[in-house]
């Protein structure tokens, strides 16, 4: 079965410091894998997506993440952090079910930004 | 039009109440879900329809009943629901094959 591990249930960084949100998947098929970020009381919005073509995917809002199938993670980064990044961050991988795809989602990480 | 539209934003129901929610996508997606989700976790899968046609019902209880109209409208009907219930429920739609879902607001229930 195909699923993620997100490492670590919060994460604080200072304005202006580099972004590390972890994320490890495990599959026996190349996986599609994304990243979405939830602010408070609203929906999931998609950052970036991995579809087997390039391993290093850029996204909105300066975000990018790089595949690596060696130590199967997809990991996102963004250089520098804004107070307006503070949200829960969800690492996803996509499997076909019949003739839909479905997510399962990890179990998130809260990005706290401090001034 | 890259827009989930989900109504109401809010809910608060009795447990003999029967309500339900509406979500609406005009990105002409034939597959559409309803996600499940409690404060602090991630979005728990319920429900697929692909095609107009229930596909994966993830062993939700009866008192909760998925409906898709036509290939734009899903609704979830709720009835006798517990408060355990409470919790905000995200729709979802996507073409199959690109496998990116785009989401709804969510519709916030309470139950009392």
């Known amino acids: 079965a195909q699923s993620v591990t997100q490492l670590g249930s919060h994460v604080s960084v200072s304005e202006g410091a580099l972004v590390l949100l972890r994320c490890n998947y495990s599959s026996s098929v190349p996986p599609y894998l994304f990243w979405y970020v939830q602010y408070p009381n609203q929906g999931l919005q998609l950052l970036l997506k991995?579809?087997?073509?390039?391993?290093l995917v850029k996204g909105i809002n300066g975000f990018e993440a790089e595949f690596k199938k060696s130590e199967t993670s997809f990991h996102l980064t963004k250089p520098s952090a804004h107070m307006s990044d503070a949200a829960e961050y969800f690492c996803?991988?996509?499997?076909?079910?019949?003739?839909?795809?479905?997510?399962?989602f990890g179990s998130g990480t809260q990005l706290t930004v401090l001034p | 039009d890259t827009e989930v539209t989900q109504t109401p934003k809010h809910l608060v129901m009795g447990m003999t109440n029967k309500k339900s929610l509406k979500c609406e996508q005009h990105m002409g997606h034939r597959a559409m879900y309803w996600y499940k989700q409690k404060a602090k976790k991630p979005p728990e899968l319920m429900f697929v329809?692909?095609?107009?046609?229930?596909?994966i019902n993830e062993s939700v209880p009866s008192r909760f009943s998925p409906e898709c109209p036509n290939s734009s409208l899903l609704n979830l009907h709720l009835h006798a629901l517990q408060p355990e219930d409470s919790a905000l429920y995200l729709c979802?739609?996507?073409?199959?094959?690109?496998?990116?879902?785009?989401f709804g607001e969510g519709s916030r229930l309470t139950v009392l």
């Open positions: 991995y579809t087997s073509a390039a391993t």
């Open positions: 979802a739609s996507s073409q199959e094959l690109l496998g990116e879902l785009f």
């Open positions: 329809y692909s095609y107009e046609k229930l596909s």
């Open positions: 996803a991988v996509s499997v076909m079910h019949g003739s839909a795809r479905q997510l399962t």
